[in-house]
């Protein structure tokens, strides 16, 4: 056998032996889901808020130029359109996250 093979016998072997030493509780999986899900929401709103506030204000001060106006009102479009996929995807993790038997709250606190 070669030194390589030999290697990697021992080295399968032992993530093996780890794998099966390591439980994963299915609450603490949940548990950070829902942090990652509730941070990310704060930070999404808080881009697509700002992003609706630079439209406004480009929008205003292009008052001469019909170009910018156009791109500032792209862009309060498109910072609203993303506040949707954002209000939808937070809904479906929301949902996805819910425990058995749960009706109106996500997996956060519960487990």
Do not use: E
Request: with cysteine; proline share 3%.
């Amino acid at each position: 056998m070669k030194a390589r093979d030999a290697l990697t016998l021992l080295l399968s072997l032992l993530l093996i032996q780890m794998s099966s030493a390591v439980t994963l509780d299915l609450s603490s999986v949940f548990n950070f889901i829902c942090t990652l899900k509730d941070g990310m929401f704060i930070i999404g709103t808080t881009i697509v808020l700002l992003m609706m506030v630079y439209g406004g204000v480009k929008y205003v001060y292009s008052a001469d130029d019909p170009g910018g106006r156009k791109q500032a009102l792209s862009t309060i479009i498109n910072a609203f359109i993303g506040g949707i996929f954002l209000i939808l995807a937070y809904t479906v993790i929301t949902m996805i996250t819910l425990p058995p038997g749960a009706a109106s709250y996500g997996a956060c606190g519960i487990y």
